[in-house]
């Protein structure tokens, strides 16, 4: 049995395979259609949804892993599809190179990331898969086609966040840039003080972030800008004691008891949300984009647009603050501008993220349901790998391209052999 990062979606597969060349790919996915199985891609198990659930065939990626090449005449990096981000930042930085932007947690395969729309948080840097250059996919057929802007750019623009549907990826070509460094300012503010300034807080800064504790009035804002140096990193002791030891050891003792003791949460959220300092530090760039996340939960997160974050954001608290809702996870909020990938939450609008979260084990569905109810009412897009109950009718109407991606979707993969049951949801039959 297969089971995510979070636990809440399992899968029992007929078979699992670990391919370890694009033409063994090629292999299972031919051996897969005549015997009649579906085929999923699976990489670190890091979504909530069922994306990667299937009953056929089951793909690991373990061994399709690395880089086979860099042209640094082009500025590009070509990797192999269950490269784990960690091990293209560590590899990239090395050889003197960075990615532009990140998520928060670089656990994920490449793949995985970019087909479900992974994003960090920027003015003017979008999404990792707005950073891909080409991509390799294989078909439903067994064939194996490249895509770019100029090749094949139909496919291109719609596979760079394919949720599995057109095909399985078996490398990826990244746009990479000289490594660079960040400097990360964190400090707390009252949530009327961000919702306030937010508009001047991200025309100043590169990346901004920031996060509000449910039940207080307090927030943690993060601001990452580029440096000229000096190198100056979290010390060795600090690092540890704030990021290991109170976001992630405490934190997780935190919620268990919360979980336990419904009714004490509020204090705990006081104390959580105070018991971060404020800290400036500069670290390469991956190190400043990326934390560890050792505590399980589940998640809900969806993509508004900008100019409508405020207000969702304070219907959200008002929400949280009249019911009887127990949260004990933070309220994450993010930014992007505008792209030009066809089922990008991004796509042809620059858009807000809010993120809700809770511990893993702990009730969600009221939480989650009253959320949606307002992000859908601000023109709200779900985030693909994070859970929603939006279908198929729904997104048609969210996304102006949805159409062009279901019909490129009959055209390559006409009998579904990378369906399941969420992409019917999703996309419809």
Same mark, same amino acid.
């Given at each position: 049995?297969?089971?995510?990062?979070?636990?809440?979606?399992?899968? *029992?597969?007929?078979?699992?395979?670990?391919?370890?060349?694009?033409?063994?790919?090629?292999?299972?996915?031919?051996?897969?259609?005549?015997?009649?199985?579906?085929? $999923?891609?699976?990489?670190?198990?890091?979504?909530?949804?069922?994306?990667?659930?299937?009953?056929?065939?089951?793909?690991?990626?373990?061994?399709?892993?690395?880089?086979?090449?860099?042209?640094?005449?082009?500025?590009?990096?070509?990797?192999?599809?269950?490269?784990?981000?960690?091990?293209?930042?560590?590899?990239?930085?090395?050889?003197?190179?960075?990615?532009?932007?990140?998520?928060?947690?670089?656990?994920?395969?490449?793949?995985?990331?970019?087909?479900?729309?992974?994003?960090?948080?920027?003015?003017?840097?979008?999404?990792?898969?707005?950073?891909?250059?080409?991509?390799?996919?294989?078909?439903?057929?067994?064939?194996?086609?490249? !895509?770019?802007?100029?090749?094949?750019?139909?496919?291109?623009?719609?596979?760079?966040?394919?949720?599995?549907?057109?095909?399985?990826?078996?490398?990826?070509? @990244?746009?990479?840039? /000289?490594?660079?460094?960040?400097?990360?300012?964190?400090?707390?503010?009252? #949530?009327?003080?961000?919702?306030?300034?937010?508009?001047?807080?991200?025309?100043?800064?590169?990346? @901004?972030? #920031?996060?509000?504790?449910?039940?207080?009035?307090? !927030?943690?804002?993060?601001?990452?800008?580029?440096?000229?140096?000096?190198?100056?990193?979290?010390?060795?002791?600090?690092?540890?004691?704030?990021?290991?030891?109170?976001?992630?050891?405490? @934190?997780?003792?935190?919620?268990?008891?919360?979980?336990?003791?419904?009714?004490?949460?509020?204090?705990?959220?006081?104390?959580?949300?105070?018991?971060?300092?404020?800290?400036?530090?500069?670290?390469?760039? =991956? $190190?400043?984009?990326?934390?560890?996340?050792?505590?399980?939960?589940?998640?809900?997160? =969806?993509?508004?647009?900008?100019?409508?974050?405020?207000?969702?954001?304070?219907?959200? $608290?008002?929400?949280?603050? *009249?019911?009887?809702?127990?949260?004990?996870?933070?309220?994450?909020?993010?930014?992007?501008?505008?792209? %030009?990938?066809?089922?990008?939450?991004?796509?042809?609008?620059?858009?807000?993220?809010?993120?809700?979260?809770?511990?893993?084990?702990?009730?969600?569905?009221?939480? @989650?349901?009253?959320?949606?109810?307002?992000?859908?009412?601000?023109?709200?897009? /779900?985030?693909?790998?994070?859970?929603?109950?939006?279908?198929?009718?729904?997104?048609?109407?969210? =996304?102006?391209?949805?159409?062009? #991606?279901?019909?490129?979707? %009959? *055209?390559? %993969?006409?009998?579904?052999?990378?369906?399941?049951?969420?992409?019917?949801?999703?996309?419809?039959?």
């Amino acid at each position: 049995m297969w089971r995510n990062w979070a636990g809440n979606v399992t899968a *029992r597969p007929v078979r699992e395979v670990s391919p370890a060349s694009a033409e063994e790919l090629c292999a299972v996915v031919r051996d897969a259609a005549e015997d009649g199985l579906a085929v $999923k891609p699976v990489g670190s198990g890091h979504s909530f949804t069922p994306a990667a659930a299937t009953d056929g065939v089951l793909i690991r990626p373990d061994r399709l892993t690395g880089i086979r090449a860099i042209d640094r005449e082009s500025g590009t990096v070509t990797v192999e599809a269950g490269t784990r981000l960690r091990t293209l930042n560590m590899a990239l930085a090395r050889e003197g190179l960075s990615l532009t932007n990140m998520g928060d947690i670089m656990e994920q395969t490449v793949s995985g990331a970019i087909s479900t729309g992974t994003h960090g948080t920027g003015r003017g840097s979008a999404a990792i898969a707005a950073q891909v250059r080409g991509l390799e996919l294989v078909l439903a057929d067994g064939s194996l086609l490249t !895509c770019s802007e100029e090749e094949n750019p139909e496919v291109f623009a719609a596979a760079r966040i394919g949720l599995g549907a057109l095909g399985v990826v078996s490398a990826v070509t @990244f746009a990479v840039e /000289p490594l660079f460094l960040l400097t990360a300012r964190e400090a707390p503010m009252r #949530f009327d003080e961000v919702t306030a300034a937010f508009d001047e807080l991200h025309a100043e800064n590169e990346h @901004f972030e #920031f996060y509000w504790f449910p039940h207080t009035g307090n !927030c943690n804002t993060l601001r990452n800008n580029r440096s000229a140096g000096p190198f100056d990193p979290v010390g060795r002791f600090s690092g540890w004691f704030e990021d290991e030891f109170l976001s992630n050891g405490a @934190f997780q003792v935190a919620n268990s008891l919360g979980r336990a003791v419904p009714g004490a949460v509020p204090a705990i959220a006081k104390i959580s949300s105070r018991a971060l300092s404020a800290r400036t530090y500069t670290d390469l760039a =991956y $190190k400043v984009f990326t934390s560890p996340r050792r505590v399980r939960f589940t998640e809900m997160e =969806y993509a508004v647009p900008r100019e409508a974050l405020v207000e969702t954001l304070r219907e959200l $608290k008002a929400m949280v603050d *009249r019911s009887d809702l127990r949260i004990s996870f933070p309220v994450e909020v993010r930014t992007a501008p505008a792209d %030009d990938i066809t089922l990008s939450t991004a796509s042809a609008r620059e858009s807000a993220y809010i993120a809700v979260h809770m511990y893993r084990g702990t009730p969600y569905h009221q939480y @989650f349901a009253a959320a949606e109810r307002i992000f859908t009412a601000h023109d709200g897009r /779900p985030h693909w790998g994070k859970l929603h109950t939006r279908d198929a009718d729904y997104l048609s109407k969210a =996304y102006p391209r949805f159409n062009e #991606f279901t019909a490129l979707r %009959d *055209r390559l %993969d006409p009998d579904r052999r990378f369906g399941n049951a969420y992409l019917r949801r999703v996309l419809g039959d």
